[in-house]
């Protein structure tokens, strides 16, 4: 007799059988009867879920923060409350506009989730490798997706719609410069730095809010490929940042990011030349210096990919006691969209999947719902609150300070006054030679088949940031080559040429 446990159906009785159907005769018909084929089928088909409407192509692994510096002067939250302290985490990074099955090695923004899994519930900080965005208010945010993703005609990636979008939109300049630089295309994610981007409150036991931003820097270094390196990677594999980032941490080289803090006090928000609270601006570290917090380290792999990493639900609204949130308009879309996104890609009760529960005791008043799987309440009778049955209590010590706002309900142009070009320059002035010939390179690339009109639109741009930056691209184009007849600007005539 073998020592393998017996196979079961899902309802735990023995399987006799798992290689025959059963069948009228041996050449027969396959009999309704046979429950366990019509089960196994039934469970094939509704093996995938929808996938994420952006970053669906994703990499993740657990491990831990360790705390070096003192911050609780800054924020009460109990993961930073002593040096040394220890809290479990997740980080998934991912592209944003490839679908489940793009190769690895694309040009994109790179997500940087992470997970915190803390004593008061988890925190999430779903950032990016970079410290910017591309637009600034959340309603652009599904416009700027939809020229990401596919052309409705086409069905292919279109480069007439980005660039369309972007010389419209010349708030995305700066993180269109980082997108077309060297960090654009990493060789994987152990060579990249983390962002929160957005600017968070942190609150101490005092009551204060402070300003603060998130940094996570890479201790392995940054490593980038060519556009032409990259194409002969996805000739070989399209999996090469699983590849590398499941290998290393099997092989037990364990990658390390350092966790920083940049922190502002509350009232020089209104004071900074620039709105703190503008996602496509960073703060000078000048005026706003790395405070050093912790190093984690990702140090176990998935044991099922599915269940953990696909199924890890990450949102902005997932913060703790002494970590809130601050003005930013896109901030507080996101902190609507992703509860939402998962309602639907996941389920009702998401959060009570193994992935996603809390490590800390978790008493809410939700009820039923699909799938409800949460275990049953201490006391019964105390269902809803108040009740007068000892069920779960507020609790007004964990209340926030005041948030002062002010002003007039209103749609306010917020590209009115707004310098979109200062710090997209500072960024390309530290290029040096090599790196601007590159960022043409990569621009110019990328401009292939987009209507003359857009690309003079976005030059326009890149002068005002810079003549030097122009020029460049202007060169590297060649502009002189763009024919009048792939220049009329016709949505039809040029998605032949997308
Ligand atoms: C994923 C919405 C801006 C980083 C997502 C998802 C949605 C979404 C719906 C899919 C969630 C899921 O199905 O699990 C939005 C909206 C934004 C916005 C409405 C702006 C208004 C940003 C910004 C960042 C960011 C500014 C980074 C700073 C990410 C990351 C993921 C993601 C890293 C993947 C999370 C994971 O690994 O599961 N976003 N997003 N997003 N977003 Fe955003």
Redesign the pocket.
């Known amino acids: 007799m073998s020592d393998r446990p017996i196979q079961t159906t899902t309802a735990g009785a023995p399987v006799a059988d798992n290689q025959n159907s059963l069948t009228a005769g041996s050449r027969g018909p396959v009999l309704m009867q046979d429950w366990q084929l019509i089960e196994k089928l039934a469970h094939q088909n509704r093996e995938r879920i929808p996938e ?4 669906a192509k ?1 990499w993740g692994a657990f491990g831990e923060l360790t705390v070096t510096r003192d911050i609780t002067r800054y924020t009460r939250a109990r993961l930073f409350s002593e040096v040394g302290k220890k809290t479990p985490l997740l980080l ?1 990074f ?1 592209t944003v506009a490839g679908e489940l099955g793009a190769a690895d090695a694309e040009r994109d923004v790179r ?3 992470l997970k915190f899994y803390t004593e008061e519930g988890n925190w999430d900080i ?3 490798n970079t410290p910017v ?1 591309f637009v600034r208010d ?1 309603l652009k ?1 599904p416009d700027f997706i939809h020229t990401q993703k596919r052309h409705p005609r086409t069905n292919l990636r279109s480069p007439t719609a980005m660039w369309d979008f972007w010389s419209l939109s010349p708030e995305s300049l700066h993180q269109v410069t980082i997108l077309f630089s060297d960090r654009g295309l990493p060789t994987d994610v152990r060579h990249i730095d983390g ?1 929160g ?2 600017t968070y409150s942190f609150i101490n036991e005092a009551g204060e809010r402070f300003w603060v931003k998130f940094h996570f820097k890479t201790l392995q270094g940054h490593r980038h490929y060519t556009n032409a390196e990259a194409a002969e990677v996805v000739g070989r594999s399209r999996e090469s940042t699983q590849e590398d980032l499941f290998g290393a941490i099997e092989a037990g080289d364990y990658p390390r990011w350092r966790f920083y803090v940049q922190v502002m006090p509350e009232l020089d928000a209104e004071k900074t030349p620039y709105n703190p609270f503008d ?1 496509t601006k960073v703060w000078p570290h000048a005026d706003y210096p790395l405070i050093e917090v912790g190093t984690f380290e990702l140090n176990r792999n998935a044991d099922n990919y599915f269940a953990e990493i696909e199924q ?3 949102s902005p609204s997932n913060i703790v006691p002494g970590i809130g949130f601050s003005p930013d308009k ?1 901030l507080q ?2 902190i609507f ?2 509860a939402d ?2 309602r639907y ?1 996941l389920g009702t009760h998401y959060e009570a999947l193994p992935v996603n529960a809390p490590k800390c005791p978790v008493h809410h008043y939700h009820k039923d719902g699909a799938m409800n799987f949460m275990p049953n309440k201490p006391n019964p009778d105390a269902y809803y609150e108040p009740n007068s049955f000892g069920g779960p209590r507020q609790a007004p010590e964990f209340r926030e300070p005041p948030l002062g706002i002010s002003g007039d309900a209103d749609r306010y142009d917020h590209r009115a006054g707004n310098d979109d070009y200062s710090q997209a320059a500072a960024l390309f002035r530290l290029f040096d030679d090599g790196q601007r010939q590159r960022l043409f390179d990569n621009i110019a690339a990328a401009m292939a088949g987009v209507p003359l009109e857009i690309v003079e639109r976005q030059l326009g741009h890149f002068e005002k940031v810079d003549p030097a930056y122009a020029a460049g691209v202007r060169q590297t184009l060649r502009i002189g080559a763009f024919s009048s007849e792939a220049d009329t600007g016709s949505r039809k005539e040029n998605a032949l040429t997308q």
């Not at 994420?52 to 970053?55: E, L, N």
């Open positions: 994420r409407v952006v970053h994703g998934r991912s997500g940087f989730a779903v950032g990016n965005f959340p945010f962002f981007s957005h996602l890890a639900a990450f896109m879309a996101r969209s992703y996104a998962h890609r």
